[in-house]
């Protein structure tokens, strides 16, 4: 009798032989299909190609829709697609679901929609029974030319990997929404309000910097890490482009306060949720000119690494010391979590 | 203090006015955006427009993955559009998801995919906390030429009005699939098989007939009536376009299995939820035609009607005497399942 699964998302490999046998791939107009570091579909359509990305919100937030705006639009970004119409599935607790709550929940979508000049141009909404809080769907569709678009496995042999505004700019807004009290034992009020904050500044959404890096040139690969933090964004992309990667740790942007968040619960920064955070792999001789057009329109950039042959591992240097980069079967912010 | 919504849609009139609030009408791309009537969105596309559609399954099946990929197809295929590509979010509960639930369900979405030449492109799939059954929400992507789709607002005076199949098909399955010792009480265990089998003969999927309807020509106006059934279908159609109607409440078709079903737990037919019948409006010249086309394929179907003024109503002729058609606020398959 084989167990049964923990929360979260499917062990990879089980949903790797699902797919392989389930995936009907003959349709040559679908381009770029489910894979691992593949963060949206990428279907053929006319003389461009349609980007189509799925993903839910299934976590209690008062910010449900416009996470789901933002989760979406980024993996589509992130193939290098302009996000340009959305379609929402709702579902609705009973016996607790009033018009204010859709309310929220809608003018969370539009404000979203609004912010990345997205359409939100239908869905389904209905109350479900046997729900204890809202869930939401989003499906975004987005649009680029049939050559405009990267995925997680076009990276090379000395491509340069860079990394937009920092590390764990997600969990620390989802920490201080979900813990303020424990929070505010160690630090000011100020502070919290500031990490609040960190959705809108330096923000959730990565769709300006993916679009000035796909106008700049190029980009061979782009991953939104997401659950399992930057070092899971880095393995997917290696393992999905069949190479190693070296990245040094002291170059990785981390900012204050999800620094300190971090510490206060022990968590390894590299493996915390990463939205906010754009993993960019270029062609060498771009890299400089992407990181000077990035940083005149303001948006921080690092260089954090390069693409190594596939027998080098991957791998990270940390006081001059290379080691293999960790691995996180879960997301490190599951421990702030579980303790309640 | 408003009140709780129950369970199921959200109130027509509560929808409209948050959609009018919030959704963002201003992409001149957006052809067909929500609306009643209105089974999908319409983006244009290059030379083409792209259909899609989200809908979720929410009660429990052993079926859902099947179910998702039909459902969605059918009011992709009702838009005029061919269902093309499917990705699908899989939310599965905490305890109780092992191998073969995800195998079960992948085979279904692979079953229903194959049987209507779909391809499954992605999605995401997890464990989610806090859920007793599993949920799947589809996104169904359809495409057709710029003058090649049509909604359920087309319909003008003087149309044709068919119906495919016959009603409450879907309705037949699910009774006899939830209530089969409650069926089995009246019915002989041959009479309970024929009705399990209703969702692949006469069939819960449309997307035949809407093709076939589409290449006839004269298409006014498609839709697939669902919750609400036949009656609520009907009056989606008739809102949306501005117009009246007169069924004949004797020509629209309804099944041996579905009659006695109905008789015995005392439900109007024409207000049991009725995937499998598509409803056609055509121009009064190509009813004829359209009709031959769709016998001469095996499909059976009916003139139940026509498009009047708006100030003639909406209105039925039973037994000689034209009244107005019922209206149903909820589907009448509730009385069967709140009964436990």
Known sequence: MPPYYPVGKLPAEDLDRILRRYASGADPRLLVGPGIGRDAAVISFGPGVLVSKTDPITFATEEIGWYAVNINANDVAAMGATPRWFLSTILLPEDKTDAELVDRIFSGLADACRELGI??????????????????IGQMLGETTADGYVSGDGARLGDRILLTKGIAIEATALIAMEKSDEVRTRFSDEFLETCRRYLRQPGLSVVREARLAMETGGVRAMHDPTEGGLASGLREIAVASGVGMLIEEDRIPLLPEPEALCAFYGLDPLGVIASGALLIVVEADRAKPLAVRLGDAGIPVAEIGSVQPPEFGIRIRSKGEITDLPAFDRDEIGKVFEAT
């Open 119 to 136: 359409t939100l141009c239908g869905g389904h909404t209905e109350i479900t029974h046997g729900l204890d809080r809202p869930l939401l």
